[in-house]
């Protein structure tokens, strides 16, 4: 078949990619973008898995990350032209407690204070110098988070952070970086509630509450909540998607879908010059070739092993899948009558995980193969916030069960014999929603129709999911900041001149912010 040259090929369709198509566009490059599935977006779909008028995000549906990020800021105005919709929620998240209480974080500081003030005066306080904090130390986090690593632009935002706040405000958010959810939070306040209720977001990466490295992201998700709220996409998180996609095809560059890439082609000198598809057509790129693709499935599968670099497989064997995930997708008449208040229905997530011990027994659990027999839920309300993604009247939920095994091993609750997750996931399902029932009694009776995606079957719609790890890669220390996603390759190169990587198994990890794909775009065309 007749070749096709482009300046760049992005293998994969995931939101880095696009974002990574969006900026190289706008700066005069044509891009081709190839994606084996017949819709783009990697984790971030919205589809109606259950009834026809009931759309479910497959994965991502918070897109606070995307709406704070140095990539929308950069294209709001073409984003916005063509159609990207955001929809705030006041109430932005909550954990419910054994003894059927609640506390939830929204925009309204005063009424968060009320309910950590009802627990303790003290910590009601401490919140508030913490917010206090997060105002002067965010732009100094948020610097290094937005700049390649290592890089000029990582040596300005720290030599910017030491300016402003000094040799020990260095040394403060060093800690931060380094302390575990437990350490930082028994430092700052007294009740375990509120505790529970921050480190609970540690739970969403791969981060126990006594594993080093993962008090950042409670700390970071509890006041940005705070301080700015959470954001849905109107009608799906695919919002993000629909739009990035027009603008990418209107500037001229191509986007193929249900096209599976089965080669990345070198030259004689070992450069990528291009891929190579199923069905036989080579596209050519002039100047990069990009892969939003897990570096495992990129090195095992995509790059020849007989080119004049050798087998390149081995350079990220050691990077390390975080736990398993498991989605399970509500259609629901009405939304869930939470034991601990009416007013619950009005957040966008209620996490359920109601205590330091279970945590951690949970996250041992998994690791060592077992089904936990208490997993952690967020329960994602997003009817609650935008009702256009049900009929009107109904409603859907978005239950995303976290840390699970990818193998497993057995049941630590002794009442699941099967270990292949095809016969296991609708029996850990029930268990599921065992809980969900224990703090709002009566919702098993408001469910229409229901879809459950085991880790298995996560891996299955997207590859890169690797085990159901929704994260492209555990995000503990030793494989974050330098070493995403192997020493030597964190500034988003590989070992082959002119193929790059993007997406969440790269620095910043992660997340709907775009930073990879934005970051690597500017790296490559300003």
Known sequence: MATTVYDAVIIGAGHNGLAAAVHLTAKGWKVCVVEAAEAAGGAVKTQEFTEPGFRHDFGAMNLSMFAGSAFFAAHREALTAAGLELVPAPHCFASVFRDATALGVGTDVAETKAGIAALSQKDAEAWERMLADFSRDAPHIFALMGAPIPSFQTAKAVWKAWRALGTA????????????????????????????????????????????????????????????????????????????????????????????????????????????????????????????????????DLVPKNSRLGDLGDTFDDFRAGPGTMMIHLAMDELPAWSAGAELSDYAYIHIAPDMRMMSRLYAE??????????????????????????????????????????????????????????????????????????????????????????????????????????????????????????????????????????????????????????????LAG
């Open 169 to 300: 405000g260095l040394y403060r958010l060093a800690r931060l970086l380094l302390a575990t959810p437990r350490d930082f939070l028994d430092g700052h306040f007294e009740n375990e509630k509120l505790k529970v209720m921050m480190a609970t977001w540690g739970l969403h990466l791969d981060f126990a509450p006594d594993v080093a490295g993962g008090a950042l992201f409670p700390y970071l998700e509890s006041m940005a909540n705070q301080a700015f709220g959470m954001v849905i996409g109107k009608g799906g998180a695919d919002t993000i998607i629909r739009a990035m996609t027009k603008v990418v095809e209107e500037r001229g560059s191509e986007i193929l879908l249900g096209e599976r890439v089965v080669g990345v082609e070198l030259d004689e000198a070992g450069k990528a010059t291009g891929v190579s598809l199923a069905n036989g057509r080579t596209i050519s790129a002039r100047k990069a070739v990009i892969a939003n693709v897990h570096p495992k499935l990129l090195f095992d």
């Open 366 to 523: 998994a690791m060592d193969g077992l089904l936990p027999a208490e997993p952690a839920l967020v329960v994602g309300q997003p009817t609650a916030v935008d009702p256009s993604r049900a009929p009107k009247g109904k409603h859907v939920l978005w239950v995303q069960v976290r840390v699970l095994p990818a193998e497993i091993r057995g049941d630590a609750a002794g009442e699941i014999t099967e270990t292949d997750w095809d016969e296991v996931k609708h029996a850990y399902a029930e268990r599921v929603l065992d809980i969900i029932e224990t703090h709002a009694p009566g919702t098993r009776a408001k469910i229409r129709a229901s879809a459950v995606f085991s880790p298995r079957d996560l891996e299955r719609a997207n590859p890169n999911l690797i085990g159901g790890d929704s994260l492209s890669g555990s995000h503990h220390l030793d494989q974050n900041f330098l070493f995403r996603p192997a020493t030597g390759y964190s500034r988003y190169k590989t070992p082959v001149p002119a193929l790059y990587m993007c997406g969440a198994a790269t620095w910043p990890g992660a997340g709907t912010g775009a930073g990879s794909g934005f970051m690597l775009a500017k790296m």
